[in-house]
């Protein structure tokens, strides 16, 4: 089997039957100056990197409070940034805390009641943070950033495995879809609820689902082996799957990213990394090949910079990837490689701030142990 595979088979690695701690852990049978010891000399490394920093785009940052892999990250109103859950040493986590760019600095917040590793969250328009899925959880929270707490949310119907997907709609409602079968599903914050919607017209697990300019939703690639190409939009007004083009390459663990210009660019693929990108035009329902990156890469994060490129970076390939590269739609190219400080491989997420700037947080090492690294991006020209 290939090492770097579905998040929640990840989350299986960390955790077995134990007791829940009220530090948000789940605990397995290792002693506790093992994980102590561990934790400690990789916060040490994360120090250590930020002393030999290479003069480039990214410098470390303030390091986790934990290491963690298969988490989510997800940008506040007021610019902060929520981590949280994941896979820890030798855990899975229930906790949570949140970075704030302004000191650099991270806090601890609110444990979720349910410890998760690749779960899905997304930012409601009332301004809380909803989490779902996770380690084989049915189970969903809402975290309210004014009381730094989480409470329950209704249950999904049916476990999600094998890498779902979490879309906000642009009338404010969630569209759950992807995983092992073809039903997807949609939250309402109204009545606080979940409701079947249409069945998908494939099996896609571990796709990506872009939200386009219209208020459809993109879903593309997905498997592992192999792969696929196909690729279906939903439309949340007549909830309808339809399918639409399908990719010039079969991926999964791929990224995606809505252009400005309403594209929706993808790279990368899975087993082997890949360096190619294409763009899918929903005006034609076609995908065109645009240029090959400088890196081949696989389970990298694919960000939307605030000028209208779009930035590769962490992921494997198949070592810990530790370069970047930016796409210019202007001119239809990928950039000079940038090296990334931290390791950042499988399970790392990356946000883009308020001022610009890109926060990329945790992911495993080349021992696929997740670590506490965490790197800030300054765009240039």
């Known amino acids: 089997m290939h090492p770097y595979f579905y998040p929640e088979t990840l989350s299986h690695c960390f955790v077995s039957p134990g007791r829940r701690h009220s530090s948000g852990l789940t605990r397995l049978t290792v002693t506790l100056p093992l994980v102590l ?10 120090l250590a990197s930020s002393l030999a920093a290479p003069s480039s785009g990214w410098t470390p940052t303030d390091s986790l409070s934990i290491p963690r892999s298969v988490h989510t990250a997800t940008l506040l109103p007021d610019g902060r940034v929520l981590v949280a859950g994941g896979g820890s ?16 600095t991270w806090t601890a917040t609110g444990s979720m009641s349910v410890a998760r590793a690749g779960h ?9 943070v909803m989490v779902v899925g996770g380690s084989n959880q049915r189970t969903t929270e809402f975290y309210d950033p004014a009381t730094g707490l989480w409470t329950r949310g209704p249950n999904i119907s049916g476990r999600q495995t094998g890498g779902f997907t979490l879309t906000l709609l642009t009338d404010g409602r969630v569209l759950l879809a992807g995983g092992d079968d073809r039903k997807s599903q949609v939250y309402d914050p109204t009545n606080n609820s979940w409701s079947p919607a249409a069945p998908m017209v494939f099996v896609q697990s571990t796709p990506t689902a872009t939200l386009l300019s219209d ?6 690639g997905g498997g592992a082996s192999p792969a696929i190409r196909k690729a279906e939009i939903y439309d949340p007004a007549t909830n309808t799957w339809t399918p639409t083009g399908s990719m010039n390459k079969q991926r999964a663990f791929h990224g995606a990213v809505l252009l400005e210009s309403g594209e929706v660019l993808v790279a990368g693929a899975f087993a082997p990394p890949d360096k190619t990108s294409e763009l899918y035009d929903p005006t034609t329902g076609t995908w065109t090949l645009t240029a090959n990156l400088p890196i081949a890469i696989e389970q990298a994060t694919l960000t939307l910079l605030s000028d209208g490129r779009a930035i590769v970076a962490g992921g494997v390939n198949p070592h810990v990837n530790h370069g970047s590269t930016i796409y210019d739609p202007a001119t239809s190219t990928w950039g000079a490689v940038e090296h ?42």
């Open 37 to 46: 010891c561990v934790g400690f000399l990789l916060r040490s490394s994360c």
């Open 89 to 104: 040493i030798s855990v899975v986590t229930a906790s949570a805390e949140i970075y704030d760019p302004a000191t650099e």
């Open 120 to 128: 899905r969250a997304v930012l409601l328009n009332s301004g809380q």
């Open 215 to 220: 208020g459809t939703v993109l879903v593309a």
């Open 340 to 381: 990334v400080v931290g390791n950042h491989g499988v399970g790392t997420t990356a946000t883009r701030l308020l001022d610009g700037r890109i926060l990329l947080v945790g992911g495993n090492d080349e021992s696929f142990m997740p670590t506490a690294s965490v790197d800030l991006y300054q765009p240039g020209d």
